[in-house]
């Protein structure tokens, strides 16, 4: 089969045969009448042996003005043989002209003559594909007995066909060295598929170029068809297969960036989402994928998420999100084996290497009686790494922000990353005698507040300690039911502002639920208390998500408790009386609570 990169020598085209087929072209016209039909099918072989040899002599040619000084009609042949049905019909025929047309086109134009001619085949190209009201066009066809809409389906479909079969050919894939490389074409098939960037028949070819081997500097993506396809993805009007998507955002930054951005404001919007459907949410945008397949682009969104981090530290949504991102993120990780081996550093290169390997090790991977000395080691290496920066200059050490604690902010983000250890260290502090969970506190405190505010951390360790000491007192297995009047003060330790410093409120209600859960109090005990304290605070939206979080984590391993069937319980009794409490409130009394802390 003859390939585009032939570049045998061959005789010169005969000027008689070239005016002989120029003739024939003229007098078919657009094959509207019998005998234009008949002649043009008499005809149609031997056209197809001096299409081959017009092939040869435009791939043989140093430019297309040369090609077109040397055959000035060439433009017009090829023009009407395009609109000729009976041409276009035979695959052999229309083939041979795609082929004739793409040596025309000029990669980098460098006069009048070759800018015309590609406009000009961009135009052939465009109204053979989209064209479909055209009087002009509805006689060309109307003998071939299809609907306008089909054929011209028919015609794009076997144009993206051939095209797609030769974007998957690199110059690498060549035996012959001497053969022309192909990879300049790629530039001219990605700025022909801007106006069908929406156009679904055209899918596969985009899908291939977006794919194609980057195995040379010719092998560039039109600027303008990245663009294209960045703004149609979004809205769903580019139809793109998962790989291709995960190639656009490789070869475009700014669509990366803007799909980033798209979940993090779907984020922000919907504050109330649930782990289980943020997981779903984040499998469908396919960046954990995208990002365990390219380390490149996992540091950019890894970027992103650092520096909204940085203006955000209290906003309990963007973590949760930062949170389900790397756990959906290590676990398509671990599903790329066929790929070489990149170390851990390679991904996270700003994190502090000693925490790195401890903290994104996942509590399924150990046994669980390794848990509580794990947790005590992290801790007690992030509280060395705070008191060293914080001890280098006192004075930015009583910043009520990170700015300025480059290592103490990287630890901060890596442990938000891998918040699993938190929620098995906020398990472990029910368990453990109070006396036993200082190092646990300090985890927990950090995470939650981890700025010094003015050499304050002492005192919210003291009040951190406090919250736990009464909540070991409420949920004690031998204490009953307490009346109201004695949980009003857990109800203010619940209420933000409420101390100075202040806890933030979702770590006190973290605590609280973690206590009604998995205490040995008695069910009925610990539900009654569960109950009241929730109903007072307001907190009804915040603590059923962290209800419906732990079960996720029950469900996925990340338990301490042996009796995984008793917490099970527990949870859905809780469950059940945060939804008595909707449906008494009614939806109009209902008041939303957003956690701003």
């Known amino acids: 089969m003859y390939q585009l990169q032939q570049t045998t020598d061959e005789p010169l085209l005969n000027i008689q045969e070239m005016q002989f087929w120029l003739d024939k072209a003229v007098a078919w016209g657009q094959a509207d009448s019998p ?7 008499l005809h149609l072989s031997k056209l197809k042996d001096f299409l081959q040899q017009l092939l040869t002599k435009i791939n043989s040619m140093g430019s297309t003005a040369e090609t077109m000084k040397r055959l000035p009609f060439l433009g017009q042949f090829l023009g009407r043989l395009c609109w000729n049905p009976y041409v276009t019909a035979d695959a052999a025929s229309r083939k041979l002209l795609f082929q004739s047309l ?17 406009q000009w085949i961009k135009k052939v190209f465009c109204q053979l594909a989209t064209e479909e009201d055209d009087a002009a066009t509805h006689a060309t066809i109307k003998h071939m007995g299809v609907p306008p809409g089909e054929y011209h389906l028919k015609v ?27 990879c300049d074409r790629t530039l001219a098939m990605s700025e022909a598929c801007v106006p069908l960037v929406t156009c679904p028949e055209a899918a596969p070819l985009i899908g291939a170029l977006l794919q194609r081997p980057m195995t040379c500097f010719r092998s560039t993506l039109s600027e303008d068809f990245l663009d294209a396809l960045s703004s149609a993805y979004p809205s769903q009007s580019a139809s793109l297969e998962e790989q291709a998507v995960v190639s656009l955002w490789y070869h475009s930054l700014p669509s990366l960036e803007e799909a980033v951005l798209r979940l993090l ?20 945008s396919l960046l954990p994928k995208a990002c365990a397949q390219h ?14 981090l940085k203006q955000a530290q209290w906003n309990e949504p963007v973590k949760c999100l930062i949170q389900t991102f790397t756990s959906c993120f290590l676990r398509e990780l671990a599903l790329q084996q066929h790929q070489a081996r990149v170390s851990l550093k390679a991904w996270f290169p700003q994190s502090p290497q000693r925490l790195l390997v401890p903290l994104l090790t996942l509590p399924s991977e150990m046994p669980r009686e390794a848990w509580r000395r794990h947790l005590n080691w992290l801790s007690s290496s992030l509280q060395r790494l705070t008191e060293e920066e914080e001890g280098e200059d ?17 630890a901060w983000f890596l442990l938000v990353q891998c918040a699993h250890w938190v929620h098995v260290a906020t398990e472990l502090l029910v368990t453990s005698e109070p006396e036993d969970s200082s190092l646990l506190l300090w985890l927990l405190t950090f995470y939650h507040h981890p700025t010094n505010r003015g050499h304050q951390r002492a005192l919210q360790l003291v009040r951190a300690n406090e919250a736990s000491g009464h909540l070991h007192s409420t949920f004690s297995p031998l204490a009953p039911p307490l009346p109201v009047e004695s949980l009003k003060s857990l109800i203010t330790l619940l209420s933000p502002g409420s101390q100075q410093p202040s806890l933030p409120t979702l770590f006190i209600l973290s605590l609280f639920v973690n206590f009604a859960v998995f205490s040995q109090q008695s069910l009925s005990a610990s539900t009654e208390t569960f109950q009241t304290v929730v109903d007072g605070s307001g907190l009804v939206d915040e603590a059923a998500s962290l209800l419906s979080s732990l079960e996720l984590k029950l469900n996925g391993g990340s338990c301490l ?33 957003t956690l701003t802390v």
């Open 35 to 41: 005998d234009s039909q008949k002649d043009t099918c």
């Open 102 to 118: 793409w040596g025309l086109y000029s990669e980098c134009p460098c006069n009048a003559v070759e800018r015309k001619a590609n």
């Open 156 to 182: 794009l479909r076997k144009m993206v066909a051939w095209l797609q079969e030769n974007t998957g050919k690199s110059c690498s894939s060549f035996s012959n060295i001497n053969q022309r490389c192909s």
């Open 265 to 284: 404001e779907c984020v922000s919007t919907n504050t109330g989402s649930e782990t289980r459907t943020l997981e779903q949410q984040l499998s469908e």
């Open 295 to 308: 380390c490149s682009m996992f540091l950019v969104v890894n970027d992103i998420f650092r520096s909204v």
């Open 394 to 410: 006192g004075e930015s050490s009583s910043s009520t922000s990170l700015e300025g604690h480059y290592k103490i902010f990287e």
């Open 561 to 593: 408790s042996g009796d995984a069937n008793r917490v099970h319980l527990r949870i859905k009794a809780l469950q059940n009386t945060l939804t008595h409490m909707h449906t008494a409130l009614g939806p109009a009394e209902n008041p939303e609570h």
